[in-house]
Each structure stands twice: as C-alpha cells, then as structure tokens.
C-alpha cells in the first residue's frame, strides 16, 4: 500500500521507518546519534531496507521528522476547524501552542532541546525539501480565522493582509513568551495571558 503524505508518496515500510525514529526520540535518543541499527531494531526491518529506501541516515531522519510535522500540523488543522467562531479559534490556536511548549515530545522542541534543526535543515535544503510548506500551512490557518472574523463583524473589514496576518502573529508571540517565562509573570495565569492575547489581537484589527 502507498500513502500519500506532505505531497510525497511513502510506502508502508517507509512510514514504519518513519514511526520508529519517532519512537526512538520520544523514548530519549539523541537525534544526532541514533543509529541505522537502532533504527532499523526500532522499525522491525532489516537495516538493509533502510537503505532500499533512503541513501543516507540523514535523510531517513529529516524525511521522518517532516513527515511527523506533518501530522501535528494536521492534527493542529482538525483541531480548529472544531471551532466554528473567531474567538473559539483563536483560543484553540492559543491552547495547541500551549501544549506544544509544554510538551517535550513535540517534534520541535524534540530537535531545539538536543542541538537545534540547523544541521537537519542544511541537508532538508540541499535536497530541495522546504520548511516553508508547514508556514504557508500555518498561514492558511491564519486566513481562515480573519475571514470568520470579517464574517462575525468581530474585526474591520479591509486592510493589509500583511498587516493582518502580523497582527495575529504578534498576539499569539506575546502568549508564547508569556508561556517561555511564566515563572517571571507573578500574578498572571495562563487563562489571564490567553485573554490579553485575544484583547491584543481584536484592538489590532480593529
């Protein structure tokens, strides 16, 4: 069987790969150490099928890490497409990127937390992968919540769309580095910083 994910084609074996890294990061492994062996063990496939497949251990592990960006992005997508209002999106959004910061298994923090993506993306660019799929998703999003605001008369109509879509993300960076240092924010909890966000984002776009 063939699936078709991130507009690429992967078989079976390829995606078992795939969850087998996956597993092996989320189980400890340091992502530039893991091992073909530890893959392949990992997978439940000869090492030599890792090679059937892919021409190096690099591009095994940067094709699985996109591969599971993928998915958290998707499953970011159903998530707040859930949500039928300009707020409760927003709110939604609020809380993925709560959850994400919190949690150690998110593919990202999984890549910041033992060295940062630079290696990985310096090859992922070589080989004509590009990041900016998963910001143009992301962005989409974005869109997708001023439209239902302009719907709702919750925020004006008109305007730049730079300016608006900017205005979203700095709404939502102000929560993220409520999130980053909330030690340092005595007195306000994290339903507090969601609120303020929101009040940000509507006094933006209004």
């Given amino acids: 069987m063939i699936f ?12 078992a ?14 992502v530039y150490s893991i091992t073909v062996s530890e893959i392949a063990k ?19 592990i940067s094709k699985a890490i996109l591969y599971n960006i993928d998915n958290e992005i998707e499953d970011a997508k159903d998530r707040i497409a859930l949500k039928d209002d300009f707020k409760g999106r927003y ?6 990127v709560a959850e994400n910061l919190k949690n150690k298994f998110c593919t990202i923090n999984m890549l910041l937390s ?9 090859y992922l ?18 869109d997708k ?25 700095g709404s939502i960076s102000a929560f993220i580095s409520y999130i980053n240092m909330e030690e340092y924010w005595q007195g306000i909890d994290i339903d507090t910083a ?7 984002a509507i006094k933006a776009l209004n």
Avoid: C, P, W
């Avoid at 660019?125 to 974005?142: A, T, W």
């Fill in 4 to 15: 078709d994910m991130n507009d690429a084609i992967y078989r079976e074996k390829e995606l």
């Fill in 17 to 30: 790969i795939f969850d087998g890294i996956i597993d092996l990061i989320k189980k400890g492994s340091n």
């Fill in 42 to 60: 990992s997978a439940n496939v000869g090492k030599g099928t890792i090679y059937d497949y892919f021409d190096t251990k690099e591009e095994t």
């Fill in 91 to 96: 709110y939604e959004m609020l809380d993925i």
């Fill in 114 to 122: 033992v060295g940062g993506f630079h290696e990985f993306y310096e």
């Fill in 125 to 142: 660019v070589n080989q004509r992968h590009d990041i900016s799929q998963y910001i143009y998703k992301i962005e989409q999003e974005i």
């Fill in 145 to 169: 919540l001023l439209e239902i605001g302009f719907e709702e008369g919750v925020i004006g109509i008109g305007g730049n769309i730079y300016y608006q879509r900017m205005a979203i993300k």
């Fill in 194 to 200: 969601m609120d303020l966000s929101y009040k940000l």
